[in-house]
């Protein structure tokens, strides 16, 4: 079956050119132009992959997508932004995106995302694995993980990208390879967009595990390399208020 993709866009130029595009590669799409529309049909259809312009007439884009993510928990989320400033990026990913593009988006850049966000959607359904390490429980198979018995919430790429720390826990992993695996194998450019999920990531694990006085691995940065997710000690103590 065709991966259903909600378009949400007002300018009608982009909008005519990427619906275009994503018909010739086989994509189910829906083109809304506002946000109420696009809000209305994800509350009655299934949708696998949302591709939201920021900037709408009627609402906010980012609150659009903070609805959207209630509405279908399940599917990917991908901004499409004018607006490249790192705030922009950053709540754009705390609001429950996925992904971001930049305007103007070519459109062969456009098809290898949703193509990887689309598998490694689908991959995650399978995979088998549970991983723990001290208090943390990566439980790939339900997309679920918990601190202390307490559940992490945590965004689709946060999640991907703490399975793949925790893959190879104490190995130093370069930002190329942690880019290709978890984004896309024909990654190239900016990893900015990894640096913004370590720190969601640092920020939401240590604030339940603090919460729980948990054991955890912390992930630390190594410069002009990448990441490693630290067994042992957890750094400095945690002292309560
Ligand atoms: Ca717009």
Excluded at 25 to 37: K, L, M, S
Excluded at 117 to 146: C, K, M, Q, S, Y
Excluded at 192 to 218: I, N, S, Y
Aim: charged share 25%; with cysteine; proline share 5%.
């Amino acid at each position: 079956m065709a991966s259903r993709i909600l378009l949400v866009e007002d300018d009608a130029t982009i909008g005519t050119v990427l619906t275009s595009s994503l018909h010739g590669h086989g994509y189910d799409v829906t083109w809304e132009r506002t946000g109420a529309c696009a809000l209305a049909r994800a509350t009655t259809n299934a949708i696998d992959l949302v591709l939201l312009d920021l900037g709408l007439p009627d609402l906010e884009g980012t609150e659009v997508c903070r609805r959207l993510r209630r509405a279908q928990p399940g599917c990917v989320i991908v901004i499409l932004t004018a607006r490249s400033a790192e705030m922009d990026v950053v709540v754009g990913l705390d609001s429950g995106a996925d992904d971001y593009l930049v305007k103007p988006v070519r459109l062969a850049e456009l098809q290898a995302r949703l193509r990887a966000h689309l598998r490694r959607n689908e991959a995650g359904a399978t995979a088998p694995e549970v991983r723990r390490l001290g208090d943390l429980v990566i439980d790939a198979r339900r997309r679920r993980v918990t601190v202390a018995g307490q559940e992490l919430h945590l965004r689709p790429k946060e999640f991907d990208l703490l399975d793949r720390l925790a893959a190879e826990p104490d190995v130093a992993l370069r930002r190329e390879t942690l880019m290709s695996d978890v984004w896309d194998a024909h990654w190239f450019g900016s990893t900015k967009t990894l640096d913004v999920h370590v720190a969601a990531l640092r920020r939401r694990v240590a604030e339940t595990a603090a919460a729980a006085g948990a054991e955890v691995p912390r992930i630390v940065t190594i410069r002009g390399h990448g990441y490693r997710l630290e067994l042992g000690d957890s750094g400095p103590p945690h002292t309560p208020p």
